[in-house]
């Protein structure tokens, strides 16, 4: 047990969400494979316990339980939906584990034990709203999954929406293990109340039933796009050509981001797991969490989930998104915010692009639009870097 840095892998590779967390999953052992060929940490290769707790909030607790309690395991790199996440902090506290979550969230949360890499609603929510409020409309319709993400991530949304006197006409969930029959409700509130926007908190294998049924109503997407946070590349990849293209997402990493460090990190996850493996902006921060965990190891000496932890406030990592830097207030982490659109081929094409890092504010009470324009982000240039 002494001979490697034992660290836990908690993805599901089945159940509902298991697309997007098999992305997480790659990344995670992507990262670990290259750390292990350049000669591990402190000569020592990371060695992963690896479990998938079938996309249920409850087995990530017990497992969770088992990696510290009985697998020496003293971090874990895993979670997708916030209930699981919820599922695996009693247990951090039990055993004084560190949990290194990958996913975007709905904010309003620290845990002196977990790093979050993925965005916080200032740095995807916010930008979305801001993309739809200018290009498409104020009438906006949820739908979303029936669990914590979608009704904090809707409450948020719907503050911004409100503040530039839009509305929120409808808000509809679907339990999460839906059937396409479901939707059918739907499509038929979409019809009644023709919003400008579908704002989609729908996750995991139900978003491609939500987009076939939209496609299949006939609805045009250049006037009332789905816009989600949580429809990547590997939900995409789950629909027939054409299902997704003209719908909107924001996130810091998309597989088509066109930068030198983009295309080498696909290229090389692509090599590894087959040209249909799907690289999301979850599975590349799943990738650069572990880098940065190495790097904390290095320093730290010891894998001590409080000596890693003050290893990794302020530490930054050139990512395949950019240069990224977790926050020391927060445990959050400076990412670089985008808007995408779907493309004929299915792909995201970058359509919004500010070329800054943004601070990660995962308790912004009052949230406003006003307050995140490029008026404010030239004001605050100490919080950003920019792109070269
Ligand atoms: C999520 O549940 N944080 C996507």
Known sequence: MNDGWRVGVLYSRSG??????????????????????????????????????ASNPRLYGQLAAHLFRDAG???????????????????????????????????FEYHPRIIYTGAAPNQNAMQLARYILENYGHRFLFVGSNY?????????????????????????????????????????????????????????????????AYHEAGFDPAKMP????????????????????????AAPFFEGLDTPAARAFVSTFKARFGPQAAVTACAE?????????????????????????????????????????????NHHTELWPRVGRVDASDRFEVVWNPGVRLKPEPYFVEPTLDEWTFARLRMKKQDLRSEP
Not at 22 to 27: F, K, L, R
Not at 289 to 315: C, F, K, N, T, W
């Open 16 to 53: 509902v969400t298991a697309a997007v967390e098999t992305s997480q999953h790659n990344g995670t052992m992507l990262a670990i494979e290259e750390i292990n060929a350049a000669g591990g940490v402190l000569g020592r290769p990371l060695v992963p316990v690896v479990k998938d707790p």
């Open 73 to 107: 395991v003293r971090s874990i790199f895993g979670c997708y939906m916030s209930s699981t996440r919820k599922a695996v902090m009693p247990e951090l506290d039990a055993h004084r584990g560190l949990l290194f979550y990958a996913t975007l969230y709905e904010g």
């Open 148 to 212: 914590l993400f979608p009704y904090e991530s809707n409450r948020v949304m719907a503050d911004l929406v409100r503040q530039v006197k839009g509305r929120v006409v409808e808000e509809i969930y679907v339990p999460l293990d839906c059937r396409r029959q479901d939707f059918d409700r739907v499509v038929r509130e979409i019809r009644k109340h023709e919003p400008d926007v579908i704002f989609s908190t729908v996750v995991g294998s139900a978003t491609a039933m939500f987009y076939s």
């Open 226 to 249: 789905i816009a989600s946070l949580t429809t990547s590349e590997a939900e995409i990849a789950e629909m027939a050509p054409g299902v997704a293209t003209g719908h909107l997402t």
């Open 285 to 329: 921060a799943a990738y650069f969490q572990v880098m940065l965990y190495a790097e904390a190891l290095r320093r730290a000496g010891g894998d001590d989930p409080d000596l890693i932890v003050s290893h990794l406030l302020g530490l930054e990592y050139d990512a395949p998104q950019g240069r990224i830097r977790i926050d020391p207030d």
